[in-house]
C-alpha cells in the first residue's frame, strides 16, 4: 500500500497547497447619473460585488436630489430633518467643514443655483444676473445647523437647499473601501463616471495604471499615474456643459460669482491614500474629501489650489490641466506619474 | 556486495504516477486559466451590464452596427479602420456622439440615456495601455 501514500500526499497538495482560491468577480453599474465598473479578486469577489450594488442604490436612493423620497429631497422640501443616521449626519458635517476649508469655493448650498442653470434636469439656460444674484444670497452652508445626539438633526437656513452631488461618488467610493474590506478583498477596484478607487494592486502585483483624460481631446489622455490603495478623483468643466450663442457654460459653479467658474484650469485630479481597514463607521473618509476639494481646487484656479496643497492642513496631491496647455504634479506624485508622449502639454512638478 | 531489491513496476505503479501526473497539470491549467488578457483589440457592448455584441473594431468597416435599448437607438460606425465612434444617436444628451473615436484597449464610450456602453478590451499592451481612465 505504500505506494498509495503518494497519492493520497498529491491529493493533500492539490487540495491545500494553494490555500484560498481567487475569484474574479465585476459589475457595471448605473447609477447617480454615470456608469459605474466594480471589480473584486477575493475569495468572495462575489459576494463583494453583490453587495456593492445594493450599497450603491441604498445611497443613490438616500443621497439624490431628484428621488422624491430621498433623504436629501426631504430635507430640502421640509427644512429639516431629525434622526439622521450617523453616516449621514458626518456627511453634511464634513460638507460644511470642507466648505469653510475651501473658503466657500465648495458648497452644497449651491443647489438653487444649479437649479437656476438647468444643470440638475437637463434644461439648459442662462439665467440672468438678478436672478443669480437673489439666488446667490441663499449660498453658505454656514447657515446649516447641525445638532448631535441624541437627534442627529440637521437644519437648513431660510430658503436654503443642498446637493450632495459634489461628494456622493466620492462618499460611495469610501463605502464601497469598506465593503471590500468586510469581504477580505485582496485586490479591487471602483471607477464611479470617472472616479476612481483602487484597492491593493491588480492582481498580477503591478499598480494600477490610471489615465486621466486630456480635456482637449476626449479620447486621449493628459497623464498616467501608477497607483495602489489609493483615490483619484477628477473634475473638469468639459464633463457637463451647453453652447447658446457660441458660448459654452459648464457645470461648475463658482458659488463666489453663481457663474461656470473661469479659473484657468481644465481639470483637477486630486489623489489620497485608501482610509484602510480599521473603520468602526463607514463615515466619509478620502473619497469624499478627494471629490469635495476637486470642484474647490477648480473653482480656485492654480496658483489658490496649490497654496491650499501646501498650507491647508489636508494630506493629497494634485494633477492640474491648465488652459495654457500645461500638466501641473504635485511633488508627491512624481515617482507615480508618467507623461504622456504626443499629448501637447508640458509638464511641471511642484513642490 | 549488498545489492538493492530489483525494482519491478507494476500494473499498480503505472497507475499512481499516471494519477499523479494528472492531478499535477489538473493544478496547473486551475492556476493558469483566467490568466493575462491578451488578443486582438476586441470591442465589447453591454446593455444594462449585460453583454449583447462583441466584435473586432475592423469588422465595422463592412457595416455599422446599430444598438437599441431603453427607447434609445445608436450607430457605431468605424474611424480610420483603426477606432470606432458612436455616428449617431438619438438620446437627448448627445455625450456618446460627443465622446468621439475610442482606438486603445480600456477605453470606453458611454451612452447614459440608454445605458449602454462600448469598451475596448485585450490588444496588444502598450506602454500607455492603462487600466483606468478617470476624468
Known amino acids: 500500500m505504500k505506494r498509495f501514500s503518494i497519492l493520497i500526499l498529491t491529493l493533500c497538495l492539490c487540495l491545500t497547497g494553494c490555500g484560498k482560491q481567487t475569484t474574479e468577480a465585476t459589475a457595471q453599474i448605473f447609477a447617480m447619473d454615470t456608469v459605474m465598473e466594480v471589480a473584486a479578486y477575493g475569495e468572495h469577489a462575489e459576494q463583494a460585488v453583490k453587495y456593492t450594488e445594493k450599497r450603491i442604490e441604498e445611497l443613490e436612493n438616500r443621497l439624490s436630489r431628484t428621488k422624491a423620497h430621498s433623504l436629501v429631497s426631504g430635507l430640502n422640501r421640509d427644512g429639516s430633518i431629525r434622526h439622521l443616521t450617523y453616516d449621514y ?53 454656514d447657515a446649516i445647523q447641525m445638532l448631535g445626539s441624541p437627534s442627529d438633526s440637521v437644519t437648513l437656513g431660510e430658503g436654503q ?191 | 556486495m549488498k545489492r538493492f531489491p530489483e525494482l519491478k513496476p507494476n500494473f499498480w505503479d503505472v497507475i499512481v504516477v499516471l494519477a499523479v501526473i494528472a492531478l499535477a497539470a489538473l493544478s496547473a491549467m486551475t492556476v493558469w486559466r483566467g490568466g493575462t488578457e491578451t488578443g486582438t483589440l476586441t470591442a465589447v457592448v453591454t446593455a444594462d451590464g449585460q453583454e449583447i455584441d462583441r466584435f473586432a473594431p475592423a469588422d465595422l468597416l463592412d457595416a455599422p452596427r446599430t444598438y437599441s435599448y431603453n427607447g434609445v437607438t445608436l450607430t457605431v460606425a468605424a474611424e480610420d479602420g483603426n477606432g470606432l465612434r458612436v455616428s449617431s444617436s438619438d438620446c437627448p444628451t448627445q455625450d456618446c456622439v460627443r465622446t468621439g473615436t475610442i482606438s486603445r484597449s480600456g477605453q470606453s464610450i458611454v451612452c447614459l440615456p440608454a445605458r449602454i456602453v462600448i469598451q475596448l478590451i485585450g490588444g496588444a499592451a502598450d506602454s500607455s495601455g492603462v487600466d483606468i481612465v478617470i476624468g
Open chain 1, 89 to 141: 449626519w458626518n456627511l453634511i458635517a464634513r460638507a460644511k467643514e470642507y466648505r469653510d476649508a475651501t473658503n466657500g469655493a465648495f458648497d452644497i448650498t449651491i443647489a438653487p443655483v444649479m437649479d437656476a442653470w438647468g444643470f440638475t434636469g437637463d434644461s439648459f439656460r442662462v439665467p440672468e444676473q438678478s436672478e443669480l444674484d437673489t439666488l446667490l444670497k441663499k449660498v453658505n452652508s
Open chain 1, 161 to 351: 437647499a443642498i446637493d450632495l452631488g459634489g461628494i456622493a461618488k466620492g462618499y460611495t467610493s469610501d463605502c464601497v473601501e469598506a465593503v471590500f474590506y468586510d469581504h477580505e478583498i485582496e485586490n479591487g477596484k471602483i471607477s464611479l463616471g470617472g472616479n476612481v478607487f483602487v484597492l491593493g494592486t491588480k492582481p498580477d502585483g503591478s499598480d494600477w495604471r490610471v489615465g486621466i483624460k486630456d480635456p482637449r481631446n476626449e479620447s486621449g489622455l493628459a497623464a498616467i499615474l501608477s497607483l495602489r490603495d489609493a483615490y483619484a478623483i477628477t473634475s473638469g468643466g468639459y464633463e457637463r456643459y451647453f453652447e447658446e450663442n457660441g458660448k459654452t457654460y459648464h457645470h461648475i459653479i463658482d458659488p463666489a460669482t453663481g457663474y461656470p467658474a473661469d479659473s484657468g484650469l481644465l481639470s483637477v485630479t486630486v489623489v489620497a491614500d485608501a482610509n484602510g481597514p480599521d473603520q468602526e463607521w463607514v463615515l466619509p473618509g478620502n473619497g469624499t474629501m478627494c471629490d469635495a476639494f476637486s470642484t474647490a481646487l477648480f473653482v480656485m484656479g492654480e496658483e489658490q489650489a496649490l497654496d491650499f496643497w501646501r498650507n491647508g492642513g489636508y494630506d493629497f496631491d494634485l494633477v492640474l490641466v491648465t488652459e495654457d496647455g500645461r500638466v501641473v504634479i504635485t511633488a508627491g506624485l512624481a515617482d507615480r506619474f508618467e507623461e504622456v508622449k504626443d499629448s501637447g502639454y508640458t509638464y511641471e512638478t511642484v513642490s
